[in-house]
């Protein structure tokens, strides 16, 4: 189990709907779009994890079992300082 960002990973999503930085709207109601959290855009439920996420997760899953990971943003202009 990894810890990213405060949410919990059993294992690597195989699909943005089962990430649990995925959020749908409304209350049960079926929609096939979401929202990620992390990138803060716009998904399909059913695809796969984008390749971005999908090297965060592996490079997560290779981290001891337990670990707490942060992701932060880098705010840094291209070759220059924040």
Request: charged share 25%.
């Amino acid at each position: 189990m990894i810890t990213i960002n405060g949410k919990t990973f059993d294992d690597i999503p195989g699909s943005c709907a089962t990430c649990p930085f995925f959020l749908l709207p409304g209350n049960g109601i079926q929609y096939d779009t979401g929202f990620c959290t992390i990138f803060e855009e716009n998904h399909k439920t059913w695809i796969n994890p984008p390749r971005r996420c999908m090297k965060l997760f592996r490079k997560a899953f290779r981290m001891p079992e337990g670990s707490r990971l942060v992701i932060v943003a880098d705010e840094t202009e291209e070759g220059g300082e924040p």
